[in-house]
């Protein structure tokens, strides 16, 4: 069993937190936050974001939804202290390609030959299509629509609901 330490307790974290305990591969051990929050679903925060470095013998899982503070967050730890979190009702193709550290949410479809590379975050109910490519730090909120080999370039945040047509290369957020 992999013991963990989630970096962030806001509505991303809880999220995450609710899918990690599904994972009975995956012993949260605790969350580091800088809010007053002391317990969510039974686990304790072990002190704020700042103290990260007490914990660098531990795996992690950044729950922070804000890219570039993820980014950060994940060199500082280590890219291979990172472990990805599946939603137990994703379904996800045999022949995807998964990265470091990413979170895959309730109800997602990721669908073959899709590249999902490290600190992705595919929230509740996005469809990935075959042959699309999720670049570092992408965030697809909830109920985002990839079309067939759409490109997501690094950072790129793509708001709830969102459509994205065949064959795109998105540069840029969409809010």
């Given at each position: 069993?992999?013991?963990?330490?989630?970096?962030?307790?806001?509505?991303?974290?809880?999220?995450?937190l609710d899918a990690a305990l599904y994972d009975e591969n995956i012993e949260i051990i605790g969350?580091?936050?800088?809010?007053?929050?002391?317990?969510?679903?039974?686990?304790?925060?072990?002190?704020?974001?700042?103290?990260?470095?007490?914990?660098?013998?531990?795996?992690f899982h950044i729950a922070i939804g804000n890219n570039l503070f993820r980014k950060e967050l994940?060199?500082?730890?280590?890219?291979?202290?990172?472990?990805?979190?599946?939603?137990?009702?994703?379904?996800?193709?045999?022949?995807?390609?998964?990265?470091?550290?990413?979170?895959?949410?309730?109800?997602?479809?990721?669908?073959?030959?899709?590249?999902?590379?490290?600190?992705?975050?595919?929230?509740?109910?996005?469809?990935?299509?075959?042959?699309?490519?999720?670049?570092?730090?992408?965030?697809?909120?909830y109920g985002v629509l990839l079309g067939s080999s759409v490109s997501v370039e690094k950072s790129?945040?793509?708001?709830?609901?969102?459509?994205?047509?065949?064959?795109?290369?998105?540069?840029?957020?969409?809010?």
């Amino acid at each position: 069993m992999k013991k963990v330490i989630l970096i962030g307790a806001g509505g991303h974290g809880r999220v995450v937190l609710d899918a990690a305990l599904y994972d009975e591969n995956i012993e949260i051990i605790g969350f580091l936050d800088d809010g007053d929050i002391e317990e969510i679903l039974g686990v304790k925060k072990l002190g704020n974001i700042s103290e990260i470095e007490r914990f660098k013998d531990c795996k992690f899982h950044i729950a922070i939804g804000n890219n570039l503070f993820r980014k950060e967050l994940a060199k500082k730890v280590g890219f291979e202290n990172l472990i990805t979190i599946v939603h137990p009702t994703a379904v996800i193709s045999r022949d995807v390609q998964m990265g470091k550290g990413c979170y895959i949410g309730a109800n997602v479809v990721i669908n073959s030959k899709a590249i999902v590379e490290d600190i992705v975050i595919v929230n509740t109910r996005s469809v990935v299509e075959h042959d699309c490519i999720l670049k570092e730090a992408s965030h697809l909120s909830y109920g985002v629509l990839l079309g067939s080999s759409v490109s997501v370039e690094k950072s790129i945040y793509i708001e709830m609901g969102s459509v994205v047509g065949r064959g795109i290369k998105v540069e840029r957020d969409i809010r």
